[in-house]
């Protein structure tokens, strides 16, 4: 199983909902990500999971804010969004959190379209 | 860590060969250069990764000249299913600690 689940697949939420995105992979990966991206743009790193704890926050607003329940399992809970943060979000992971130079295949998900209305 | 350069956009004719050369000047000794796809509203894929030479696989070759200051994915005989957005990742970039996308190459392969 080379799967990387999101779910939902398409959410569409209010500015003064909270949501959650959910992530889950079977794969043994011991790294996990979350990902934004806009339409016609790279993603862009949000959030990095290593053995269940959070390493890399790239000056995310809190209004999103990462849980890894455990070592499958990956979450975004969203509250207070703004139109701009509708985007694509994409969820992946990989075996390990290895230094720079090491091989990596990161595995992603299919995201979640998230519309801020 | 090490930036890389592509090309913004490639269009291409079903049946040829694609080729697109990443720079990536300041790349580290221990750093692999790394290759994903994506298709619309889809992740990345994983495509092929080297550390210097030529690699192959059933998808794709790479291609990685003794300084290693660029490297060149090639797409031989595309497909219209080829159509994508092509991006290269150099080390730090690829590692599992910080995989940071640059702007990708957008391929229309042309019937």
């Known amino acids: 199983d080379t799967e990387v689940t999101q779910t939902p697949k398409h959410l569409v939420m209010g500015m003064t909902n909270k949501k959650s995105l959910k992530c889950e992979q079977h794969?043994?990966?011991?790294?996990m990500y979350w990902y934004k991206q806009k339409a016609k743009k790279p993603p862009e790193l949000m959030f990095v999971?290593?053995?269940?704890?959070?390493?890399i926050n790239e000056s995310v607003p809190s209004r999103f804010s990462p849980e890894c329940p455990n070592s499958s399992l990956l979450n975004l809970h969203l509250h207070a969004l703004q139109p701009e943060d509708s985007a694509l979000y994409l969820c992946?992971?990989?075996?390990?959190?290895?230094?720079?130079?090491?091989?990596?295949?990161?595995?992603f998900g299919q995201g979640t379209r998230l519309t801020v209305v | 860590l090490a930036k890389t350069t592509q090309p913004i956009s490639m269009d291409s004719y079903e049946g040829q060969e694609v080729n697109i050369t990443c720079s990536h000047n300041?790349?580290?000794?221990?750093?692999?250069i790394t290759w994903y796809q994506q298709f619309p509203s889809q992740g990345p894929r994983f495509i092929i990764q080297?550390?210097?030479t030529k690699v192959t696989n059933e998808v794709a070759s790479l291609f990685i000249p003794a300084d290693r200051k660029s490297s060149t994915l090639s797409l031989p005989r595309v497909s219209l299913s080829d159509t994508a957005v092509y991006y290269c990742?150099?080390?730090?970039?690829?590692?599992?600690?910080?995989?940071?996308f640059g702007g990708g190459t957008r391929v229309l392969v042309k019937p």
């Open positions: 992946a992971s990989s075996q390990d959190f290895q230094g720079a130079g090491s091989r990596t295949e990161a595995f």
């Open positions: 794969m043994g990966h011991r790294a």
């Open positions: 999971y290593s053995y269940e704890k959070l390493s």
């Open positions: 300041n790349i580290a000794t221990n750093d692999y």
């Open positions: 080297g550390y210097k």
């Open positions: 990742l150099v080390g730090a970039e690829a590692a599992g600690n910080k995989l940071t």
